[in-house]
């Protein structure tokens, strides 16, 4: 089976297929990282899609934000744990994930990837800090979220 690869022109084509086909759960329980810090970004929520997650298939998290000064540029560091445990980290580049520059007022970041279809289904949290081109941390979130155990018999 040919995996299908899409370029930025594609990307928001499909997020917009996302929204109209597949439901959106909220994650309630997003947390900042620091409950006493003062992020320049605030979190307004977390959407995935797909939730359970399916293994296999596209899963798409996008999160509302809001910001008081322009964000030229950044990274987004991103850190998975399965059932308390570290199991993998990733950096993106910030405009790859929304446009840039932000913008003041509410923007979102927006990642899509497919999951293999041996991923192990349960519980998964993700840690996210928000740097910008200084590497000065603009927000930094957690939140939970679900790998169900349906995925696709070609990707076993």
Known sequence: MEMIQYNRFLAPLLLLSLILVVPLTVAEDVRYCDKQAEYDVKVQGVEISPNPIARGKPATFSIAATTGAAINGGKLVIEVSYFGWHIHSETHDLCDETSCPVSTGDFV?????VLPGFTP???YSLKMKMLDANKHELTCIGFDFSIGFASSVADI
Do not use: D
């Open 109 to 113: 970041v927006s990642h899509s990837q």
């Open 121 to 123: 289904p349960g519980s």
